[in-house]
T-cell receptor, first 115, second 109 residues
Framework: DGGITQSPKYLFRKEGQNVTLSCEQN?????MYWYRQDPGQGLRLIYY???????QKGDIAEGYSVSREKKESFPLTVTSAQKNPTAFYLC??????????????FGAGSRLTVL | GQNIDQPTEMTATEGAIVQINCTYQ??????LFWYQQHAGEAPTFLSY??LDGLEEKGRFSSFLSRSKGYSYLLLKELQMKDSASYLC??????????WGAGTKLIIKP
């Protein structure tokens, strides 16, 4: 079955450490996204990519980095520069980035806790 | 600024009908989405509206009024498994999704 796989599901990090969250999709989607979800807030876009080797900053990119070396993969690194990294991180993909009926398929999420 | 408003929490009874409202103020409009998210899980797509009117899909229906900046999601014959958060999102003129904070729906027997 096609879908998006995120790993790890739960991750604990000490302050000052970088961590990388994995996101892999086998849907043959061109566009991929990283969102952050905090209680009481809407999803906030961190980074997105519409094509291999290209990505754009979202609304809250500071303290995060990404790469898109393969169509299937879009890993997110949470760096020590991110001041409040404890959150639920969601990866998503879609057929096209600039289309009205752009339905997102989400992964199951990664919950990061900073100790 | 851009804004999506939805109630934080609603409670309904199994077998009943519930309407979850969403109002929006965005820079342009290229469609409105509803997603369902069970606690700790991935959001899943429910509906997409770009023209005014009602879209029906089984027990779920979604309504849009662009002139009023308003949508609602109607859930009929509620089941316990419908207990979840319902996320409203609008695609603006730059094809960026603006998300509401979600409505947590609690179903009681």
């Amino acid at each position: 079955d096609g879908g998006i796989t995120q790993s790890p599901k739960y991750l604990f990090r000490k302050e000052g450490q970088n961590v990388t969250l994995s996101c892999e999709q086998n849907l043959n989607h061109d566009a991929m996204y990283w969102y952050r979800q905090d209680p009481g807030q809407g999803l906030r876009l961190i980074y997105y990519s519409q094509i291999v080797n290209d990505f754009q900053k979202g609304d809250i990119a500071e303290g995060y980095s990404v790469s898109r070396e393969k169509k299937e993969s879009f890993p997110l690194t949470v760096t020590s520069a991110q001041k409040n990294p404890t959150a639920f991180y969601l990866c998503a993909s879609s057929i096209a980035g600039t289309s009205g009926a752009n339905v997102l398929t989400f992964g199951a999420g990664s919950r990061l806790t900073v100790l | 600024g851009q804004n999506i408003d939805q109630p934080t929490e609603m409670t309904a009874t199994e077998g009943a009908i519930v309407q979850i409202n969403c109002t929006y103020q965005t820079s342009g409009f290229n469609g409105l989405f509803w997603y369902q998210q069970h606690a700790g899980e991935a959001p899943t797509f429910l509906s997409y509206n770009v023209l005014d009117g009602l879209e029906e899909k089984g027990r779920f229906s979604s309504f849009l009024s662009r002139s009023k900046g308003y949508s609602y999601l109607l859930l009929k014959e509620l089941q316990m498994k419908d207990s979840a958060s319902y996320l409203c999102a609008v695609m603006d003129s730059n094809y960026q999704l603006i998300w509401g904070a979600g409505t947590k729906l609690i179903i009681k027997p």
